[in-house]
C-alpha cells in the first residue's frame, strides 16, 4: 500500500538553528499539507500546498516556516530559526484531487529544540 | 467556527466488549468527518470517513462509525474490543467543498483490558 514517508523520525537541534524537514508523499496524490502536534495538544494545521504553492496556512505557520516542493517527489518544511516552543511532532500528509480524499499522513518527525 | 469534540480523555473497555469512543463536531456547511489511530510512536493512521451517503460507515480493523446529523456526533464503535486495538483516537472534521484543513479532536485513549 503506497504511504507517506518522512525524515528524520527525530531531531534535536539547537534554538536559532535551521532545520528542513522532508516528506515524500504518496505518488500519484496532488495536496500535501503539513501538520504539527504539541505533545498532550491538539494537531494543528499547518500549511496545505498545491500546484506548486501554497493553498492555505494556519496563522502559526509564520514567516519562519516555509514549504518547498524541490522536485517531483519531495516535500520539505524548514524552520528558519528553531525557538523552544517548535517541538513538536510534525506530520507530512497528502491527499487525492478530491475535497472528500482521505488525507494520508506519514509517521511524523519529532523536533526537540534545546 | 469550525471545532469538534471528543469528551473522554480514556475509555477504557475489557476484551471482547463493544466499544464506542466519542465525537461530536461543529461546522458550518457540510461536514467530512474522519477518524484516525495513532499507535504509540507511530504516525495517524486512517480508519473511516464520512463525505455522504448512509450515515453508518465501516472501516478498517472492524470499526464503523455513524454519522448523526441531528445530534453533531459522529462517535466510533466496534462490536467487539482487541487488546491490540489500544490506542490513541482521533475525530478530525472539515467542511465540504474545497477545504482542505482537518480541524482535529484532543483524542480519546482507549485502552482494551485482556
Known amino acids: 500500500e503506497p504511504e507517506v514517508t518522512q525524515t528524520p523520525s527525530h531531531q534535536v537541534t539547537q534554538m536559532g538553528q535551521e532545520v528542513i524537514l522532508r516528506c515524500v508523499p504518496i505518488s500519484n496524490h496532488l495536496y500535501f499539507y503539513w501538520y504539527r502536534q504539541i505533545l498532550g495538544q491538539k494537531v494543528e494545521f499547518l500549511v496545505s500546498f498545491y500546484n506548486n504553492e501554497i493553498s492555505e496556512k494556519s496563522e502559526i505557520f509564520d514567516d519562519q516556516f516555509s514549504v518547498e516542493r524541490p522536485d517531483g517527489s519531495n516535500f520539505t518544511l524548514k524552520i528558519r530559526s528553531t525557538k523552544l516552543e517548535d517541538s513538536a511532532m510534525y506530520f507530512c500528509a497528502s491527499s487525492g484531487r478530491t475535497s472528500g480524499n482521505t488525507i494520508y499522513f506519514g509517521e511524523g518527525s519529532w523536533l526537540t529544540v534545546v | 467556527a469550525q471545532s469538534v469534540a471528543q469528551p473522554e480523555d480514556q475509555v477504557n473497555v475489557a476484551e471482547g466488549n463493544p466499544l464506542t469512543v466519542k465525537c461530536t463536531y461543529s461546522?458550518?456547511?457540510?461536514?467530512?468527518l474522519f477518524w484516525y489511530v495513532q499507535y504509540p510512536n507511530r504516525g495517524l493512521q486512517f480508519l473511516l470517513k464520512y463525505i455522504t451517503g448512509d450515515n453508518l460507515v465501516k472501516g478498517s480493523y472492524g470499526f464503523e462509525a455513524e454519522f448523526n446529523k441531528s445530534q453533531t456526533s459522529f462517535h466510533l464503535k466496534k462490536p467487539s474490543a482487541l487488546v491490540s486495538d489500544s490506542a490513541l483516537y482521533f475525530c478530525?472534521?472539515?467542511?465540504?467543498?474545497?477545504?482542505?484543513?482537518?480541524?482535529w479532536g484532543l483524542g480519546t485513549s482507549l485502552a482494551v483490558n485482556p
Open positions: 478530525a472534521v472539515k467542511e465540504g467543498g474545497n477545504n482542505r484543513k482537518l480541524i
Open positions: 461546522v458550518s456547511g457540510n461536514p467530512y
